[in-house]
């Protein structure tokens, strides 16, 4: 299964979800549900969801007996196999937890559910739905109109990198690792490494010229493949490791004008806390 996975908000409160996109249909973290509808914290939740799913058991409802479980991201940053349910299975769940937030929440499923199929049929609503969330998040206008523009080009890039015959998963992160290697000199292990991260998002988590190098970088990537139209792998990491030394020349004559770094330790909690502290310091004066 390929899913994408995302945190959807209900009344504040957080329900993990993974978009199943083979199967186009959402999968919701059982033990979210349950915390929302008891309103009780996680270890609570869970205990109710235990015993809730012997009961169920026994009473021969098929998805707790055949109960299916994605890796899903906790609160302490790793990620643990959890129960989750599809729409349809999560309405029997649902109905058996007696909660005066049971239908608002039915309809709030129903609206998550319409509003994936929306941006499925018009890309427009998506790249909204990430605007709305960066700016949640704290970032800068400008840093998000080029964090979408990134998106866009990374698009591309792995469009030309289906068409040469490449898959994603282990393929388009060996080649995504050589165009870090060559433009930064690290791996995005080591890249991550560097900002403190664990499981999240590398570009989310980059300063505006990391941003743009890395733009540069995968917009020649995509422009020479195009040109030259490789097969397999071993001729795509060779057009990978060419548009990564691209960017590396511009990296460098940008750290020779700058007398700085591109590549940089800072992650998205700091530099989202950087701008508004630039924006109050210019307010005061």
Known sequence: MTQKQAIQLFEEKRVRTAWDTEKEKWWFSIVDVVSVLTCSDYQTARKYWKVLKGRLIKEGFELVTNCYQLKMQSTDGKHYLTDVADTEQLFRVIQSIPSPK??????????????????????????????????????????????????????????????????????????????????????????????????????????????????????????????????????????????????????????????QSVVSPLNAKQIAQGEAELLLNSSEE
């Not at 890309?123 to 704290?138: F, H, M, N």
């Not at 400008?142 to 289906?162: C, G, M, Y």
């Not at 393929?171 to 165009?179: C, G, H, K, P, V």
């Not at 397999?232 to 020349?249: C, K, L, Q």
């Open 102 to 259: 049971a239908e608002p929440f039915k309809q709030w499923m129903a609206q998550v559910a319409a509003k994936r199929i929306d941006q499925m049929q018009d890309p427009e609503l998506s790249i909204e739905q990430a605007v709305a969330d960066y700016r949640r998040l704290g970032y800068s206008e400008a840093w998000i109109n080029q964090r979408i523009k990134s998106i866009e080009v990374r698009k591309h890039l792995t469009d030309e990198w289906k068409r040469a015959g490449l898959e994603e998963g282990v393929q388009f992160a060996s080649l995504t690792d050589i165009i870090y290697r060559q433009w930064s000199g690290l791996s995005a292990k080591e890249y991550k490494q560097l900002k403190g991260l664990k499981k999240e998002n590398l570009r989310d988590n980059m300063t505006d010229l990391e941003i743009a190098i890395n733009m540069l970088a995968e917009a020649t990537t995509t422009q020479i493949s195009r040109n030259e139209n490789p097969k397999g792998m071993a001729e795509s990491a060779g057009i990978a490791r060419r548009g990564g030394a691209v960017a590396n020349d511009a990296r460098r004559a940008v750290e020779r004008e700058t007398s």
